[in-house]
């Protein structure tokens, strides 16, 4: 019999629904080391709260995130809440000695996140940073291909992480729209995987040139149901300032000589969550498209003229990552199997004593990048990122 490992969870929103379903999937699919249990969800609404914990099987509802760092019975905490609250709630939970999974971005500053991953390795805790995107399987296999040298001595890093919910002007100023809650916009919320996916594929960011711009200034105050992705009910007359970015423009020198890009928008007309990248080798090249997820295309210079191009892979064979666990070729999988994917990593790494990635130390380092490039921004040059401390 497998050895129960009790789960809290903070939020019930967005990502409070991909992690459950994770927590829920994952041992269906996966022969993993432990078994998962759903033991508390703590949100500030209890009604919603006692229905979210219905819904997903939780044997305890809270409304205080403060009980689950308490209780002896709690093994993970798994922090699903706005940026504001990541550090003071990690920082507790390491201490309680509870293993960590925090949601993206991972801080408000460079500092906090620092102090995070600085008080989760002082207490020897399992930690993780759930820029989920990485175990995408055509993510994945794409490092693969680098780790095999099929592309060669990458040159160029071309990203953009486009949306466009927030383009009405009537949408409301929700928590996402408050640097004082969010810390920045898309230059946050986007680019912070974006910079994950980066740094996992080409390597560290050595400087960074930025300009970020905010398209509209004031906003409604938001009204009931008002939240990531929806407007909610009719909002208020009074308006409220915006205070973070609406779109943020990078580029960017690796610490191994290649360049990069990074566009990340909530403007982009029609682009409803489009992750995308290219990367560029002296053997060949990559590109990603989030919407199209269970493909990618690779170019190979090595093939002989005549048919020379990029290629379409689907990666949908038990050969690709984490496939095999799923369907018959061609029998495609979603966005929320990234999570799950997580959680199988998650539960081995703590099983066998190990680290997984990415995690608070990783949000350390894209924090710094995304700190030089507000500091680009705001001065209007080149930023290293060792200036960022």
């Known amino acids: 019999m497998k050895k129960k490992i009790n789960v809290a969870i903070i939020g019930t929103k967005f990502m409070g629904k991909a992690h459950s379903n994770a927590w829920h999937t994952a041992p269906r699919f996966f022969d993993l080391p432990y078994e998962p249990v759903l033991k508390m969800v703590c949100a500030r609404d209890t009604e919603s709260a006692k229905e979210f914990a219905a819904n997903w099987g939780y044997i305890q509802v809270e409304s205080d995130w403060r009980k689950a760092i308490e209780s002896k019975d709690i093994d993970v905490i798994a922090i699903c809440t706005p940026t504001h609250l990541h550090k003071e709630m990690a ?46 399987p055509a993510v994945a296999f794409a490092k693969q291909l680098i780790d ?52 996992f594929l080409v390597g560290e960011i050595a400087s960074v040139s930025a300009m970020m711009k905010t398209f509209i200034k004031e906003r409604p105050l938001p009204g009931e149901g008002a939240g990531t992705f929806a407007s909610g009910s009719a909002h208020s007359s009074e308006m409220g300032v915006v205070t973070i970015d609406d779109a ?72 690709h990552p984490y496939i095999d666990a799923w369907w018959p070729p061609a029998h495609i999988i979603g966005y929320e199997h990234t999570f799950v994917h997580a959680i199988k990593d998650f539960l081995e790494a703590l099983a066998g004593g190990k680290k997984i990635t990415p995690n608070l130390w990783d949000g350390v380092k894209i924090m710094q990048v995304l700190e030089a490039a507000t500091l680009s921004d705001k001065e209007g040059r080149l930023v290293k990122v060792s200036e960022i401390k």
């Open 91 to 136: 920082v507790a939970a390491a201490e309680a000695g509870k293993h960590i999974i925090c949601e993206k971005p991972v801080a408000m500053r460079y500092a906090e996140a620092v102090e995070m991953a600085e008080a989760a390795d002082k207490a020897g805790v399992l930690h993780y940073l759930n820029h989920n995107y990485r175990r995408v």
């Open 248 to 319: 943020a423009f990078m580029n960017t020198e690796f610490e191994n000589g290649a360049l990069g890009s990074f566009d990340t928008s909530r403007f982009a007309g029609g682009r409803k969550n489009y992750n995308y990248f290219e990367i560029y080798g002296s053997k060949g090249s990559i590109a990603f498209n989030l919407e199209r997820m269970n493909e990618l295309e690779y170019y190979n210079m090595d093939d002989p003229d005549p048919v020379q191009g990029f290629r379409t892979i689907p990666i949908t064979l038990g050969s």
């Open 148 to 199: 095999d040298n099929k592309i060669g001595q990458i040159y160029h890093w071309r990203g953009a992480y486009l949306q466009d919910w927030i383009m009405d002007p009537e949408f409301p100023l929700i928590w996402q729209l408050q640097k004082e809650l969010a810390g920045a916009g898309p230059h946050y919320d986007l680019n912070s995987h974006s910079v994950d996916l980066a740094r």
